[in-house]
């Protein structure tokens, strides 16, 4: 029994050594999301509860990818991500802002948002932050084989 337990974890270590950590990532944000959708309803509030949920998870991912990376950076090639990262951000709520500002209105004067603001504001969080979670991933796996070799 021992050696089926040891045989069984040796295969599965080899195949998420083999699919990589991009894809390793994208099976864990997977089963996240899938997870998060079960355990909320769909009231508006439940909805943003749920995004919410799921841009944590992907954004607990962007970090770790991108501490790996600098990890395996030159100093200089680390301040050049680091600038990376500090201007990716600034555009990524800009972007989030704008989709949300889609949800508002002026009325007699005033500023009025309707409730999709802040979901949309979220969901455009979440795509950014997967598409840039990815990239990294993959720059990753390049310097990481490339140090490898």
């Avoid at 992907?58 to 600098?70: F, Q, S």
């Amino acid at each position: 029994m021992k050696k089926i337990m040891i045989l069984a974890v040796s295969l599965i270590v080899s195949i998420s050594s083999f699919a990589g950590y991009k894809d390793d990532m994208m099976i864990r944000m997977e089963i996240k999301e899938k997870s998060v959708e079960k355990s909320f309803g769909g009231s508006n509030a439940e909805m943003k509860n749920a995004a919410a949920a799921i841009y944590e998870g992907w954004d607990e991912e962007l970090n770790e990818v991108y501490k790996l990376l600098m990890a395996k950076l030159s100093k200089n090639e680390q301040l050049k991500l680091r600038d990376e990262e500090r201007a990716w951000i600034k555009k990524r709520d800009k972007v989030a802002k704008a989709e949300a500002n889609k949800f508002c209105d002026t009325v007699n004067g005033e500023r009025l948002c309707g409730t999709g603001y802040g979901l949309a504001y979220t969901e455009s969080l979440i795509a950014t932050t997967k598409e840039r979670a990815v990239e990294l991933s993959k720059r990753y796996e390049k310097v990481y084989k490339e140090g490898v070799l």
